[in-house]
T-cell receptor, first 114, second 113 residues
Framework: NAGVTQTPKFQVLKTGQSMTLQCAQD?????MSWYRQDPGMGLRLIHY???????DQGEVPNGYNVSRSTTEDFPLRLLSAAPSQTSVYFC?????????????FGPGTRLLVL | EDQVTQSPEALRLQEGESSSLNCSYT??????LFWYRQDPGKGPEFLFT???AGEEKEKERLKATLTKKESFLHITAPKPEDSATYLC??????????????FGQGTTLQVKP
């Protein structure tokens, strides 16, 4: 199992550009989520999904869109990048069998918006 | 408001010098408490899950304990390879439909040989 994979590892964008951060898992996990990690802030939940076709907002959703067409993939879209979106982004997944289980994280995407 | 506070922010130890990291939490109801290890430039790596007060988990030199208000990560005779940032996260009962984890800011541990 590859676990949770994320691409790209690093990206530089100009303000106003759009991009998609990719996340995939091969563990057949129902639950997937996106967090951002900023210095002094801890990890904060952006969006999450409890299954294909079902998504919802987390703590800091503004400026981000998600969709989930398959169990394996959960891309995060930035429609018009802003410098405030400079951060490290982590995707996580877990099983939801009989209740919430441990979430496993990907290696992260480091995004710099100029 | 649900909150997680970790202390100290940074900890320097000599190899073999045991110590403990603290995670204090305030939540409306605890579904679970998680410890992760994060190496520079990498994603959080799962260590332990604790569900109820009095529970303890061990893995090599690490031992995690849980009370009703805090959790401790005890490091016994640490080695340089234990150097990392240790993250604590709680999952409140209120997040049962979101899976949301509330993270502390982490404790950065440096173990010198």
């Amino acid at each position: 199992n590859a676990g949770v994979t994320q691409t790209p590892k690093f990206q530089v964008l100009k303000t106003g550009q759009s991009m998609t951060l990719q996340c995939a898992q091969d563990m057949n996990h129902e639950y997937m989520s996106w967090y951002r990690q900023d210095p002094g802030m801890g990890l904060r939940l952006i969006h999450y999904s409890v299954g294909a076709g079902i998504t919802d907002q987390g703590e800091v959703p503004n400026g981000y869109n998600v969709s989930r067409s398959t169990t394996e993939d959960f891309p995060l879209r930035l429609l018009s990048a802003a410098p405030s979106q400079t951060s490290v982004y982590f995707c996580a997944s877990s099983r939801v069998t009989g209740g919430w289980e441990t979430q496993y994280f990907g290696p992260g995407t480091r995004l710099l918006v100029l | 408001e649900d909150q997680v506070t970790q202390s100290p922010e940074a900890l320097r130890l000599q190899e073999g010098e045991s110590s403990s990291l603290n995670c204090s939490y305030t939540v409306s109801g605890l579904r679970g408490l998680f410890w992760y290890r994060q190496d520079p430039g990498k994603g959080p790596e799962f260590l332990f899950t604790l569900y109820s007060a009095g529970e303890e988990k061990e893995k090599e030199r690490l031992k995690a304990t849980l009370t009703k208000k805090e959790s401790f990560l005890h490091i016994t005779a640490p080695k340089p390879e234990d150097s990392a940032t240790y993250l604590c996260a709680v999952q409140p009962h209120g997040s049962s439909n979101t899976g949301k984890l509330i993270f502390g800011q982490g404790t950065t541990l440096q173990v010198k040989p």
